[in-house]
């Protein structure tokens, strides 16, 4: 899957309907960037969706 394409971390933002951004680290600061992303995203859109960050795990999809 794409977790393992990543080295095992996989973390999403869904900042609108039409738009998915992700990252394969998960240090502080590369969460915050993609945070921040994705709130400027959402702010610019006409169809915002989520702010959430989420890591993918074991057992599924946790909030970060």
Do not use: F, N
């Not at 794409?2 to 609108?16: E, K, R, V, Y």
């Not at 990252?23 to 502080?28: A, D, R, V, Y």
């Not at 921040?36 to 909030?63: D, F, I, N, R, Y």
């Amino acid at each position: 899957g794409l977790a393992a394409a990543q080295s095992g971390t996989l973390l999403i933002a869904a900042p609108t309907t039409d738009v998915i951004l992700y990252i394969s680290e998960s240090s502080p600061t590369a969460i915050d960037a993609l945070r921040a992303l994705a709130k400027a995203v959402a702010a610019k859109s006409q169809t915002p969706l989520s702010l959430a960050v989420l890591k993918w795990t074991a057992e599924g999809w946790v909030s970060q």
